[in-house]
């Protein structure tokens, strides 16, 4: 009998969960609020994870005064002995990639979509699925960040901390942190006049044009925001999993966000953040059962895919406006038109009242 | 006193197609302006060109006395060109609210940096849905804040559209079919409110209209547009008795 | 300098993308469905090709009909079960290219598990597949051997061109197709049945690129990634011809071809390129192709300027 961690799951859950809701986050302002179908998440994803893997290997056996490779068994071997040394140096590092990760991403997705914003979502699709399986090839060829195996040993920032489980439990808290804060600036972002702009980019692109809005720009910003994030839940992963490889960054997870997204709601911040809980909690469910149960007659992997696939047709052709539906975006102007808004208020509060009624069922027990 | 808009022997071809040709025109400040013509001749396109749609092949368009020709479309508007199109292109899926305070040009909270600090842009955003405000009690749309632009009826979109352009710092306006598929009646009702707004904001009207008869009574002048040359223009009663226009519409 | 084999290797592989970039243009250009389960229709034709063959070798003029057939059929069942009723429900293009992708990824997980059952249940190796066709008419010429798959992928691309040429400028159907193209309202007032000509698009759509599959597992081999690794060079073939038109299209499959085979031989032999950079090829072209020549009329771009490609081109 193999005995099953509940607190581990639940940690491990909790982290994928912060990351893929971080990522469904960016792809919710580029997809539901300026309508760009980024079909290339995972390259962000991917250069937030190497960026960050890369600049903390540097800086640690730089530091070390140690002149191996980073890919090298050597400088994997030489992480593991200074990663546990000195607790200020591996948090500054965690925070230093984090911004670079953000920077780094954002200022690529800037770059080279910004020919592609004016071409129409077709266009712009392929360019960044593209680009995304381009940037894998070429880490899959690339030497300096380890070719096909990729780099190991990236320093945990508590790998200080003897005891695994409250490691473990500080950096679940430390990721939940970020995407609180992540979360508070979407939303500050989405309910803007930033974010009335891009709504209006989505509905008609050409309209807003005529009305004097600088389409390419709004959406280039939009791509930074996005693709910065992505960065981040990149560098999350790395320092998570310790190790990463190219093959980590397959379309298809591009395709779990869009899942996510889809699922929660388009356009909907809350909704990308429900979304990711729903899927990531049902993936590390299949992740378990892998584990209890190995050798099953079909891979549980391809049922958990076609499960994906499913929920974005099935969610497009039932339910398009997802679990949580989009509202307006709630600027402080509304005030001037109070009564009103008053009523608009009522509407939500009735929208919302089948959720209330369930969290009241389950808090007073009954 | 010079023209608003000047036009100077624009020509477009699409793909060794002639769409215009040698097209000249002047439209005075706080005039109404008809642009008629059978379909197919090139109004539209016209529009397109003037509003930065696509580059003229030749010829310069001049807006306020600056060339035109060239910038793009959101450029043209901040210069107080505003342009509605034959399917109003609203923001259908937002309310009559937000498609009002979403106009008003280089909003300090459209920067990736202030956006998040409702302080940095409170100020500009009361003041720009003050303005929203009462040109939305002007047009009668004020009970319409909260709905869906999907929500409201043919007549209160076009009011919308129009209230939209106010939003902006128009100056001109281009009408295209503002009274597509309307009865008659219905059509003098719009064209005599456009007037008023003529009057009462002192705006400039460049109209394209496909029956000439209902634009008749309300413009001062006319150009007439056929297999995209300019066939005649004048003031109404002119361009109606000039026997190559009944002749064009005649044998449409 | 590069072999006489890399010519005909080009020559070989345009074909074959050329098959599989067509079918995607015409169904954008119908439907304004930017379809990506076409890529699942190529593993499809692959493998179809393998379990027909794979008691005992076919001959590949059994073959072709078949495998059309099934990808045509997948590719209207696809229509039917999604994209027609996400049109009913006026959704827009964004919508019906998301949901593609879902079709996408299912269809491919799909292939998987069945694929991974066959090999457990009848002990075959099916994650790497080679259908056994019996392709006539080898030559050979001064110690080169022009094998029977060559001049049937030749010959398959050539007759689909020429179909598609009569299709589309002779018969009714196919110019109420082009009708629908390039004017739905209109075609929808003359009484053209919108539907039936969506169905029709996607038959020809899906049995051309399933053909071009079976021909790719023949030139490789098939795997269940197949389709995967083609992505690139379709969609960048595709855009070249602005999802629009079928000769250009023609030319950025053969384009794309080239690139691949000449232009990088020749790079690796002068500056030491790694062959696997292949696919950098393609999507350099089709970023060229989107700023120097923006497909802006049938993808709904903007008619936005850059302003330092203004000035270049006011100079």
């Known amino acids: 009998m193999i005995t099953f961690d509940v607190i581990g799951f639940l940690l491990s859950w909790f982290t994928f969960f912060s990351i893929y809701a971080i990522l469904s986050m960016s792809l919710n302002l580029e997809v539901g609020y300026a309508g760009m179908a980024n079909f290339g998440k995972v390259a962000f994803y991917g250069i937030g994870a190497y960026v960050s893997a890369y600049v903390s290997m540097s800086i640690f056996l730089s530091l070390a005064g140690l002149n191996y490779p980073l890919y090298s068994l050597e400088a994997t071997m030489a992480m593991v002995k200074l990663a546990s040394q000195n607790p200020m140096l591996n948090v500054s590092v965690f925070i230093l990639t984090l911004i670079l990760a953000f920077l780094i991403a954002g200022a690529i997705g800037y770059v080279i979509m910004y020919p592609t914003l004016r071409v129409g979502p077709a266009f712009f699709g392929i360019t960044v699925l593209s680009f995304g399986e381009l940037l894998r090839i070429f880490l899959r060829h690339y030497e300096p960040t380890g070719a096909t195996y990729g780099l190991t040993g990236i320093p945990h920032p508590f790998a200080w901390i003897e005891d695994v489980f409250v490691k473990n439990l500080l950096f679940t808290s430390v990721t939940l942190i970020i995407l609180i804060l992540l979360f508070l600036y979407a939303q500050r972002l989405v309910n803007s006049p930033l974010g009335r702009t891009m709504l209006a980019i989505r509905e008609d692109e050409i309209a807003a044009l005529c009305m004097g809005k600088d389409v390419p720009k709004v959406k280039g910003k939009v791509l930074f925001i996005g693709s910065g994030m992505a960065g981040i839940a990149g560098c999350i992963l790395a320092y998570y999993i310790g190790s990463i490889n190219p093959n980590i960054f397959v379309p298809t997870v591009t395709f779990d966000v869009w899942a996510m997204m889809i699922l929660g709601g388009i356009g909907n911040n809350k909704g990308a953040i429900v979304g990711a809980g729903i899927i990531t909690l049902v993936d590390r469910a299949t992740a378990a059962i892998n584990f209890v149960f190995p050798g099953l007659i079909i891979d549980p992997n391809f049922i958990r895919w076609m499960i994906i696939g499913l929920i974005i047709i099935l969610v497009l052709l039932f339910k398009p406006a997802g679990l949580i539906p989009q509202t307006y975006t709630w600027t402080p102007a509304w005030k001037i038109v109070k009564p009103l808004e008053e009523k608009a208020k009522r509407r939500r509060e009735k929208l919302l009242s089948p959720f209330k009624k369930i969290s009241k069922w389950f808090l007073m027990g009954g | 006193m010079a023209p608003i808009l000047k036009v100077v022997n624009v020509t477009k071809y699409f793909g060794g197609v002639r769409a215009l040709e040698d097209v000249s025109l002047d439209v005075e400040k706080r005039a109404m302006v008809g642009l008629i013509g059978p379909n197919g001749s090139g109004k539209t396109t016209l529009f397109n060109v003037i509003t930065g749609f696509y580059p003229p092949d030749r010829g310069e368009v001049y807006f306020k006395g600056r060339r035109i020709d060239g910038l793009n479309p959101n450029e043209i508007f901040k210069l107080g060109l505003v342009r509605t199109f034959q399917n109003p292109r609203l923001f259908f899926n937002m309310s009559v609210w937000e498609n009002m305070l979403v106009i008003p040009q280089d909003q300090k909270g459209e920067s990736l940096l202030k956006a998040p600090f409702t302080r940095l842009w409170l100020n500009e955003e009361m003041e720009i849905a003050k303005k929203a405000s009462s040109l939305l009690k002007d047009f009668g749309l004020k009970d319409f804040v909260i709905n869906k632009v999907s929500d409201l009826s043919g007549a209160h979109i076009k009011l919308l559209e129009s209230a939209r352009g106010l939003m902006g710092k128009g100056e001109m306006f281009l009408l295209d079919e503002p009274a597509a598929g309307v009865a008659h009646t219905d059509a003098h009702k719009i064209f005599s409110f456009i007037r008023r707004l003529r009057d009462e904001y002192g705006l400039t009207f460049f109209i394209i209209e496909h029956r000439i008869e209902v634009l008749m009574d309300y413009v001062e002048y006319v150009y007439v547009l056929h297999n995209g040359r300019l066939l005649s223009q004048g003031t109404p009663e002119e361009v109606m008795r000039d026997p190559k226009v009944i002749h064009a519409y005649i044998g449409e | ?315």
């Open chain 3, 1 to 315: 300098m590069p072999t006489i084999t890399e010519f005909i290797n080009t020559f070989w592989v345009g074909s074959i993308y050329f098959l599989s970039a067509v079918g995607l243009t015409i169904s954008y250009r119908v439907t304004r469905v930017l379809n990506f389960a076409h890529i699942n229709l190529m593993t499809i034709g692959a493998y179809t090709a393998v379990l027909l063959s794979l008691s005992s070798p076919v001959h590949v003029a059994f073959a072709i009909p078949v495998v059309f057939l099934v990808g045509g059929i997948f590719m209207m069942a696809v229509h039917f079960a999604v994209y027609s009723r996400l049109m009913e429900l006026k959704a827009t293009p964004l919508v019906l290219m998301i949901s593609s992708m879902g079709v996408w990824i299912f269809v491919k997980f799909f292939l998987y598990g069945l694929l991974g059952y066959l090999q457990k249940a009848w002990k075959v190796e099916m994650y790497l597949a080679k259908p056994r066709l019996i392709v006539g008419g080898e030559i050979k010429v001064e110690g080169l051997t022009l094998s029977g798959d060559l001049f049937t992928a030749l010959a398959l691309a050539t007759l689909a061109a020429i179909f598609l040429y009569v299709f589309f400028s002779r018969t009714k159907t196919g110019k109420a197709l082009r009708a629908v193209a390039d004017n739905p309202d209109l075609a929808e007032i003359s009484g053209i049945s919108h539907s039936r000509v969506m169905y029709i698009t996607w038959f020809i759509a899906g049995g051309l690129a399933s053909l071009s599959g079976m021909m790719w597992a023949l030139f490789a081999h098939a795997t269940p990634e197949l389709g995967d690794t083609l992505i690139l060079q379709l969609f960048a073939a595709s855009v070249i011809g602005g999802l629009y038109s079928v000769p250009l299209t023609t030319v950025g499959a053969y384009t794309i071809a080239a690139a691949e085979n000449i232009v990088i031989a020749t790079l690796h032999e002068t500056i030491g390129l790694e062959v696997s950079y292949r696919p950098f090829f393609a999507f350099f072209i089709l970023l060229v192709v989107i700023l120097v020549r923006p497909p802006l009329g049938a993808g709904g771009g903007l008619p936005y300027r850059f302003k330092v490609l203004r000035r270049l081109m006011r100079r």
